[in-house]
């Protein structure tokens, strides 16, 4: 459930945390978090806390990412299809008993200032269980997110921001590995997108759909991501697929 943030300091060669420094703080599921979006989601543009946090990244401008991946073990999940509103609950923990926190405000990559903790969430790259955001600048100084969905056989994503120094617009795409393709997931762009989903932010909000939709690639578990500076090749770790006899996992 959320993160914490702590100073060290090296003393005497070793690393030392600093008691009581006035950067040490806590980014928790009480912590009132914007929603950086087109229109409010579920009614508001303010979400409580974040969830599942998982692996994660580093901007250029020296704020960190965080990601909420398994957010459906303490509120559950929402089935969106057929415009359709239903609960899917296979978590363990049931908030959903106590607090009003929607499955809508959950399972997007979180940018937070570590020497003031302002926080922000980001649905520019998509919702789902997002494992690592690892951020590589691009020649024109804006960046570029790899991302992946942390469950099997849902998929590898790319996101390009619009200008440097901001992640809050750009480009999602989803990997095509059997055809080496990325391909974007735009409502303005692709018709069967447009014809399934309200706007930008109703397809982001289901991306999982929207990948099926174009034809992404099913994958392994997608995890941890990083690129090889030198070659530019970009290596991801899949977890497992014991339903397809691939039990130990293997490097995309």
Known sequence: VGGSIVRIKKNDGEWQFQKNDTFNRRIDALTEIPIVSTRPIRGKTVAQGTLGNCAGGKTPWNTILTCEENYHYFIGEVDLKNNK????????????????????????????????????????????????????????????????????????????????????????YVADTENGKWLPLDVNVDPRLSDTFSDQLDMLIRTREAANIVGASPLDRPEDIERDPNSGAVFVTLTKNEKANRPHGSIL
């Not at 405000?105 to 302002?118: L, M, R």
């Not at 520019?124 to 056989?153: I, L, W």
């Open 85 to 172: 509103r239903s609960y899917i609950f296979n978590g363990i923990s049931r908030w959903d008993r106590y607090y009003d926190m929607p499955p809508e405000h959950y399972g997007w990559v979180v940018e937070i200032d570590p020497f003031t903790g302002a926080a922000k969430k980001h649905t520019s790259m998509g919702r789902f269980s997002h494992e690592s955001a690892t951020v590589v600048p691009a020649e024109d100084g804006r960046c570029v997110v790899y991302t992946a969905d942390d469950k099997t056989n849902e998929h590898l994503y790319k996101f390009i921001a619009d200008k440097p120094g901001s992640l809050e617009h750009g480009t999602l």
